[in-house]
């Protein structure tokens, strides 16, 4: 049966639920006293403290379905048929409480008498090391060895820096051979859209001290995570995320405000693809009371915003559309997400104003950009040099991936180490001015951590998200 994306939200939670776990809605993309992180990218990430034993679960049994944002997933948004920069991310959690045997039974009961899907589809990954694991899957499950994967540390153990860490098994969806890539070899943990990853389960069983030496935890802990959307893609039986119902909708009203047809072009469908998912990630930061600004999360938004009303542009929209957009995405999500409802007009109104800004100054931009392109050609250069970059970001608010994305499809590169000089030396120019003229006599340190915290906002997705782990 095709079960709609929000029907597949309620029973895995009220599965969870039968199973004696404390079922509760999701946390805030922000996350709460942690540093670390600078989204919630996963739904262990706001339990931590649980994990860890510095705070009290309310039930040693746990299941969400948490909002996350993964922009370092960005590069593949459009591309494959099973990344988003937003998605929803089910998990069931074991405080110290029950373990491998009822993870693994659990997920394939859910999988396979609950939802439904063919059992001869699904393929469970292991990792290398991890015989308890095997045989569970093998001996009580009775799924045959040649179909257990076996895989190392980089795929299948779960592991960041000191801490509670331990193997995972990941459960994979054959969507047949349409999907393939048709290069021999392809299997499950090849990189195509063929054999997808639905399902993730960590078994948290070991302490790393920080050298590298493992110790055994006394409660060990159970961290699953599935995304909600990969599975009503199986489910449902559809080509990419972007065909589940709830997505489809924005989808096509994407379409119906830009004049395009899915499906016609590549082109237009990894444009059409692009704002789907980052007006989804946009409209559900905002609900979270996140603001376009310069930097940290702010800067995410921006960029997400920005991003998506070019490819508006590049489709043919002219004015504002994104606003339009996310009022699909607050009535196909506000049942599992009310917050989305509430924060409706806010939501209409950052949106707004933050593509007002960018549509002023894009068309100049890009047209400066063209002049800089010709430039290039004339000289048979193929990089453009930090200044003009810099000068783009600066007076026209291209982020410079936006830059890089536009020369890149026209095969130029930019010198970032040049577009950061460009940058320091713009800080240091006006940390100089300060110092002169001691502005309005404020306090030096204030605008010292104001630059601190500009600095972070010139490298990519990734590295902010890493950089900011302190
Ligand atoms: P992949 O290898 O496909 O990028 P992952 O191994 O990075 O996925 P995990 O960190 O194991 O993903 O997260 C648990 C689950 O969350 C995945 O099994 C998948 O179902 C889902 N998921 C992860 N990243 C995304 C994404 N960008 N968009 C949608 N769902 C995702
Ligand atoms: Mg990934
Ligand atoms: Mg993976
Ligand atoms: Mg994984």
Redesign the pocket.
């Known amino acids: 049966k095709k079960y709609g994306l929000n029907e597949l939200r309620k029973m895995y939670l009220d599965f969870f639920k039968s199973k004696d776990h404390f079922v509760r809605g999701s946390y805030s993309l922000v996350p709460h006293n942690d540093n670390s992180l600078l989204l919630i990218n996963?739904g262990m990430a706001p339990l931590k403290p649980y994990f860890t034993g510095q705070e009290i679960p309310p039930k040693r049994r746990m299941a969400t379905c948490q909002k996350c944002i993964?922009t370092g997933?960005i590069e593949?948004i459009g591309k494959t048929a099973?990344?988003?920069?937003f998605?929803e991310?089910l998990g069931n959690f074991s405080f110290g409480d029950y373990f491998k045997t009822e993870a693994i039974h659990w997920s394939w009961e859910f999988l396979t008498e609950v939802v439904g899907l063919e059992p001869d589809r699904l393929y469970p990954s292991v990792y290398l090391d991890d015989d308890e694991a095997f045989d569970i899957w093998n001996k009580e499950i009775g799924i045959s060895k040649d179909r257990i994967f076996k895989f190392g540390k980089e795929d299948n153990f779960w592991e960041h820096g000191a801490g509670p860490c331990g193997p995972c098994s990941?459960i994979y969806y054959d969507r047949g051979e349409k999907y393939g890539c048709g290069k021999p070899g392809c299997t499950v943990g090849c990189d195509c859209d063929r054999f997808?990853?639905?399902?993730?389960n960590v078994f948290t069983q070991f302490e790393n001290d920080g050298k590298g030496n493992y110790t055994t935890l006394k409660n060990k802990n159970i961290d699953t995570?599935?995304?909600l959307?990969?599975l009503a893609t199986v489910v449902q039986d559809v080509d990419s995320?972007f065909d589940v119902d709830t997505i489809k909708a924005l989808r096509d009203k994407v379409c119906e405000i830009t004049g395009k047809e899915y499906k016609k072009e590549y082109k237009w469908d990894v444009s059409i693809r692009i704002i789907t998912d980052h007006i989804r990630s946009a409209t559900f930061m905002i609900s979270d009371g996140i603001m376009p600004s310069n930097e940290g999360r702010g800067y995410v938004l921006r960029r997400l915003i920005r991003r998506a009303a070019r490819h508006g542009r590049l489709l043919g929209v002219k004015g504002q559309f994104l606003a339009k957009l996310s009022e699909t995405v607050i009535e196909s999500s506000k049942d599992g997400y009310p917050e989305l409802e509430e924060k409706k007009s806010m939501i209409f109104k950052v949106l707004t104003e933050e593509e007002n800004k960018f549509d002023k100054t894009i068309d100049t931009g890009l047209s400066i950009l063209a002049d800089m392109e010709e430039e290039m050609k004339a000289k048979n250069e193929k990089t453009l040099s930090g200044e003009n970059a810099f000068k783009l970001y600066d007076t026209y608010g291209f982020p410079l991936d936006l830059t890089q994305e536009i020369l890149e499809e026209k095969g130029f590169d930019v010198d970032e180490d040049g577009f950061k000089k460009a940058m320091e030396v713009q800080r240091e120019t006006a940390r100089k001015a300060r110092k002169t003229t001691n502005y309005m006599g404020a306090d030096e340190t204030v605008y010292e951590s104001l630059d601190t915290s500009l600095s972070t906002q010139f490298v990519g997705y990734d590295k902010l998200i890493e950089d900011s782990v302190i």
């Not at 099973?82 to 920069?85: S, V, Y």
């Not at 997808?196 to 993730?200: C, D, G, K, Q, R």
Request: hydrophobic residues 35%; charged residues 30%; aromatic residues 10%.
């Open positions: 996963a993964r997933d593949n099973r990344h988003g920069t998605f991310m990941e997808i990853e639905i399902w993730n995570g599935m995304g959307e990969r995320i």
